[in-house]
């Protein structure tokens, strides 16, 4: 089982998401080659989106080490980041038999109507992975652990579903939804907020996306621009010199433009699938929706998930040197932060000053949940034979600081009891997910308008 799940994992995105797709395409009635062309322009998108996310690494990843020497951050936690959590992850016992138990259960209630949505970012069953390989350590039982990953997955569906129609509008793909186990975990908090947020006077009844911004600013709202000027202020923020710097302002530029381009590419080869889909489903389900569930890089493109993401970076590192009790240093991925609030931007509509406010309260909860998890983390990371840890400090990931990772994990604690009570939480999700309509869709941007 193991040797099959690290052959698959080795495909890669860009090679297993486009075979899922051709596999899709055939299944809802589109040519062969019209769903070989469909499915390798997908995974071209992949390849770019990766080249993009790359250029991160490549160049912000040393400015954020940079702010971290330069405001002499000397916090007790090594942030790992999210490419280790998940090889931890799939090392353990519960990653071994995640794969083919959640693609299961999501068949099963796919078959039930249970949900609308099948998640075929098979990479990020690593966060399913995750709580439940972090609930087994704890319990010292295989079967919480895998019953802790279901519940994570099952969470993730209902709120791939709950948010379908505002992915939809937003990000310009019919057909798709977004049901990574991060991104949904960020989703009530987000929800929260833009209801509190409609009560306040100076954000009620205002969208101040970067469409309003450059309207009523000028050029000083174009994309461009705003990479220019955030490029800068990271630059300082890290003490750069004139060459450093200069390749930083052309890198978050670069980001600025090519991220939307790239998702575009993306957009055009999921197009035909989902038209294929929606006939399918209107012949023979009375119309029956189906969404596709894919990874939240889909929603990077957005202009206003660019321009916080890396806002977020300085304000993450400020808060993870003032938050009493937090012992998190934030490293490896720090630079990856529009990953981190994406969701915000779908939820608020494009609204930079909401989506920046609610980030910020979002990447607390990450700080803390990351600081909780440390321990345990530091544990499984040993156990798998990372060797993290070997000089006896701990370490830990913001990939971790995922809060149906926590409300699962305390819940699961007293053993029966919890799992009572997930099974509680789970019966009036589904309640609400299969009753409701979804959420509905509104008036905002969309990467391909």
Known sequence: ????????LSLGGTVFVPLVLIVVGLLFRLS???????????????????????????????????????????????????????????????????????????????????????????????????????????SG?????????????IFSLVVADLTA???????GIDGISISQGYATST??????????????????NKNMDTQFIQKRFG????????????????????????????N????????????????????????PISEAAKEFFNKRFQGKEFYIGLDSAVTLGHPTTITVGILIIPITLLLAAILPGNNVLPLADLAFAPFFICMATIMHKGDVIRTLISSTINMIFVLYIATYFAPTYTDLANEGGFNAAS??????????????????????????LGIIGLVAITAIAFYFSTKKPGVKQDQGDSISG
Request: glycine share 10%; proline share 3%.
């Open 141 to 153: 039982s295989l079967l919480y652990g895998l019953i802790a990953a279901i519940f994570h997955a």
């Open 1 to 8: 089982m193991q040797g099959v799940i690290d052959y698959i």
């Open 187 to 204: 989703v009530p908090l987000y929800a929260l907020a833009d209801k509190i947020f409609d009560k306040i006077p100076f954000l009620k």
């Open 391 to 416: 000089d006896g400090t701990e370490v830990s990931a913001l990939y971790v600081g995922n809060v149906f990772d926590f409300v699962i994990a305390v819940l699961m604690r007293p053993g029966v």
């Open 165 to 171: 129609k505002r992915v939809q509008k937003i990000i």
């Open 32 to 138: 062969f080659l019209k769903s070989i062309k469909s499915a390798v322009t997908v995974g071209v998108g992949f390849l770019g989106l990766n080249l993009v996310v790359s250029l991160i690494s490549q160049y912000l990843s040393p400015v954020v080490q940079s702010m971290v020497d330069r405001f002499g951050l000397h916090l007790t936690v090594i942030d790992l980041g999210s490419g280790t959590s998940a090889g931890i992850a799939f090392s353990t016992a519960v990653g071994a038999l995640i794969i083919p138990i959640i693609f299961g259960l999501n068949v099963l209630l796919l078959f039930l109507r249970l949900t609308k949505t099948m998640n075929i970012d098979i990479f990020n069953y690593s966060h399913y992975a995750l709580t439940g390989s972090l609930v087994a350590l704890v």
């Open 219 to 246: 050029m000083f709202g174009d994309p461009v621009i705003i990479g220019v000027i955030l490029g800068v202020i990271i630059s300082l923020l890290a003490g750069t010199g004139f060459k450093e710097g200069a």
């Open 248 to 271: 930083v302002v052309i890198v978050v530029a670069g980001i600025m433009i090519l991220f939307p381009r790239v998702i575009r590419i993306i957009v055009e080869g999921l197009m």
